[in-house]
């Protein structure tokens, strides 16, 4: 990375994340460490690295762990996951309590919007109206694909970092349908020289960019084309340009899932992003005993909670089975007898 602009202005970083805790603290991890790390790279250099962590802002936590690497946090009001029984709690002011009998749909589909606008003006404030230069970076989730659109608005790199393996894949019918529709760019990616973006990547993650919500919000706010990849006037491919593949960082082990062969270039396994033993916990009092502050005023004792999770992992009456804890719907494809566990 090449220092700063001919302006003199720090490079910036800007770390985007979106979806509930396992989806989002890894990141978070993430643009700590490449904060303490490039701190340390340029020590003796009076231009370091903005780095900015934007998030939801039910993720508040975070920001004291990111404000000792001296990482921004900057919080956007979308909840994490919504539910209809949520819609009640959601203050965005497009969201009026008397809206009456809206549709569930129409009403996340409102939250949308306003959470889009908020994500622009977050990276709004940190590019500004500046020009920007080879150093500056977005890097973002699956779940926050606004990212990998701004940062072609702002003309810098994006990267993808993905705490466990793309949930979801193309509809069946994609490639049949994006051919049929966008011949030309069809061809444009399947003739792309190496390195750049490629009918490979298209399949494996950037299909859903070219979603029809994408393009009205590419065209109504971003004015962008509202296919990626396009002439905004003539809609046709960018031949004369060629995007570097963007870089997807997998963040599992190669022992958990081996690299296929099938998958683009630009991914890449990169180990499991583990948090710090002060990130796991959501209370002050056993943060700090298990940081090692013996000088805590607290007596030593975990809080009702984690102590009766100390009990159940420690007791002696479920030794003789093994644990599951079911997170997501994996269970619904496990092979095994659920029964031969002891399910949390």
Partial sequence: MDGCGGDGRRPRAVFMAFGTHGDVFPIAVCSSSLSLALAAAFANDQQQYTVVFITHS???????????SKVRYMPVASPPALASEQLDNISYDSVQSNAGPESFSRRKEIIQTEHRKACLASVEEVFGNDPSIHSDFIVINFFALEGCHLAELFQVK?????????????????????????????KYF????????????????????????????????????????????????????????????????????????????????????????????????????????FNSSFEGILCANHAGLEDFLMGSSYLSLPIFIGLSSIGSVVTVELNDFYNV
């Avoid at 039910?58 to 000792?68: E, K, N, P, R």
């Avoid at 466990?164 to 011949?183: I, V």
Wanted: charged share 15%.
């Fill in 58 to 68: 039910a993720h508040q936590s975070l920001s004291t762990h990111l404000a000792v």
């Fill in 158 to 186: 994006c990267i993808i970092a993905a705490p466990y393996f793309l949930p979801y894949s193309a509809p069946s019918s994609f490639e049949r349908q994006f051919k049929q529709s966008f011949p030309l760019l069809y």
């Fill in 190 to 293: 399947q003739e792309a020289p190496p390195n750049t973006v490629c009918w490979t990547d298209i399949t494996h993650w950037m299909w859903a960019l070219f979603m029809e919500s994408w393009g009205l919000w590419r065209n109504d706010c971003l004015n962008l084309s509202p296919i990626p990849y396009t002439d905004p006037v003539t809609n046709l491919p960018l031949w004369h340009v060629r995007a570097e593949s963007p870089l997807l960082l997998y963040g599992f082990s190669k022992e958990i899932v081996e690299r296929p062969g099938y998958w683009p270039s630009s991914a890449h396994i990169c180990g499991f992003w583990f948090l710090p033993m002060a990130w796991q916990f959501s209370c002050d009092k056993c943060r700090e005993l298990f940081s090692g502050d």
